[in-house]
């Protein structure tokens, strides 16, 4: 098994800056890929950005250029730096973990606003 605990979401103006953590423990060593993911009020759930073990990522369209994904690997945290942030990056963060199964944290609420 593995836990996800994601933390530092919240509310921010447009054009400001979050970052976002996933502790993650237990079954570390099975762990192949985490990123995160979001979900938006009545929309489907969608990739943001993912990250190997490798360090290889790959990122949707819309947080190219403004979010990055990064791990400490000592720690067993994934991070996601956000940028430039939009009104409609508004939606809860979801950290995810593939290994022989997915796991998902509990998800942190981003809210971007005046």
């Known amino acids: 098994q593995v836990q996800l605990v994601e933390s530092g979401g919240g509310l921010v103006q447009p054009g400001g800056s979050l970052r976002l953590s996933c502790a993650a423990s237990g079954s570390i060593g099975s762990i192949r890929r985490m990123g995160w993911y979001r979900q938006a009020p009545g929309k489907q759930r969608e990739l943001v950005a993912r990250?190997?073990?490798?360090?290889?990522?790959n990122y949707a369209d819309s947080a190219k250029d403004r979010f990055t994904i990064s791990r400490d690997i000592a720690k067993n945290t994934v991070y996601l730096q956000m940028n430039t942030l939009k009104p409609e990056d508004t939606a809860v963060y979801y950290c995810n973990a593939e290994s022989w199964r997915e796991y998902w944290g509990q998800g942190t609420l981003v809210t971007v606003s005046e």
């Open positions: 990250i190997t073990n490798g360090g290889s990522t």
